[in-house]
């Protein structure tokens, strides 16, 4: 019913910029809080940042001016935007969504994962 769908993830060199965007489509009715986990080889999952629907963000540390988080709301679309990248931000990326569809409740949604890769 929900699908959202990732873009934008790549290799780029420590230092460089990347882009990442996620758009939610199906029976949506409300998004809730949208956001970004990411998953190194062989470690957990972890968070990167969130958004809610009112704008509050928040960050993990390791990230914390570096990464700048937005949303279209119109567009159903969050963005994750990462600048001064370093070779420890390599993982793979995940959007994450807290959706109502419609006549139904709230749950979480999962993208299918961008590989962001920083060379040294």
């Known amino acids: 019913q929900v699908q959202l769908v990732e873009s934008g993830g790549g290799l780029v060199q420590a230092g460089g910029s990347l882009r990442l965007s996620c758009a939610a489509s199906g029976s949506i009715f409300t998004i809730y809080t949208m956001g970004w986990y990411r998953q190194a080889p062989g470690k957990q999952r972890e968070l990167v940042g969130t958004i809610t629907s009112g704008g509050y963000i928040n960050f993990a540390d390791s990230v914390n001016g570096r990464f700048t988080i937005s949303r279209d709301n119109a567009k159903n679309t969050v963005y994750l935007q990462m600048n001064s990248l370093k070779p420890e931000d390599t993982a793979v990326y995940y959007c994450?969504?807290?959706?109502?569809?419609?006549?139904?409740?709230?749950?979480?949604?999962w993208g299918q994962g961008t590989q962001v890769t920083v060379s040294s």
């Open positions: 994450n969504a807290n959706i109502r569809v419609r006549g139904g409740p709230a749950s979480n949604y």
